[in-house]
């Protein structure tokens, strides 16, 4: 199991300093990855690359039904607007993730409200070495969003679930439920509404720096 990596407050993370962040992939640039690798033909998978296959296309499907129902609050609008010095967003996810599909929608659309902010993607698995450092309970769940201001400040991390969600999965598994059984309770979870507790706390965070 993964150990994480302890990080001194008010340092500067190696990996800022060496520009890591700052080089990852952009929304576009993810998104665009993300359906060339849907547009593969499915013959000649093995059995596991098919699966996340169907892992991502679900997701996809989710996250453009987030990205049609929502409409900003605003109260995250006004705290999205009133950032006054540049930030970058660096989100830690993948396509498959099921947690990524309901929260980046939000997210990007909080980011693309103000020019200062610059919002940039690492896939999880290419970058493991970071994720170590943002485990929840020693797992590498994503996804993981970190503001740092650009002198690399870390401002905010949130994720890799909205809290309830993630009270609701830790009941599901104390009393037993499989690991298929909490999934589905999540999406469901979710496909009720829940997304939009990513916005109340991404609201609430941001609300909460420089304080």
Not at 27 to 44: F, T
Request: charged content about 30%; glycine content about 4%.
């Amino acid at each position: 199991m993964a150990q994480q990596i302890d990080r001194m407050a008010g340092s500067v993370p190696a990996f800022f300093e060496d520009q890591r962040p700052h080089n990852g992939l952009t929304y576009e640039a993810y998104i665009s990855q993300w359906k060339d690798k849907l547009d593969r033909p499915l013959k000649g998978m093995e059995r596991v690359e098919r699966r996340y296959h169907f892992y991502s296309k679900y997701n996809d499907e989710r996250a453009a039904r987030v990205k049609d129902a929502y409409s900003m609050n605003d109260s995250l609008k006004e705290r999205v607007e009133s950032i006054d010095e540049p930030q970058l967003w660096m989100i830690l996810t993948e396509d498959w993730c099921v947690d990524s599909a309901y929260a980046l929608p939000i997210i990007y659309a909080a980011a693309s409200l103000n020019s200062k902010i610059n919002i940039r993607i690492l896939p999880r698995d290419a970058n493991l070495d970071i994720m170590d450092q943002y485990l929840t309970n020693e797992a590498r769940s994503i996804p993981k969003l970190i503001i740092f201001s650009m002198d690399g400040e870390e401002l905010v991390e949130w994720g890799p679930r909205p809290a309830a969600l993630q009270a609701l999965r830790a009941e599901l598994k104390d009393s037993g439920e499989t690991g298929n059984i909490i999934s589905q309770k999540s999406v469901e979870w979710y496909e009720a509404g829940g997304w939009r507790e990513v916005e109340t706390e991404l609201a609430h965070a941001l609300a909460l720096v420089g304080k």
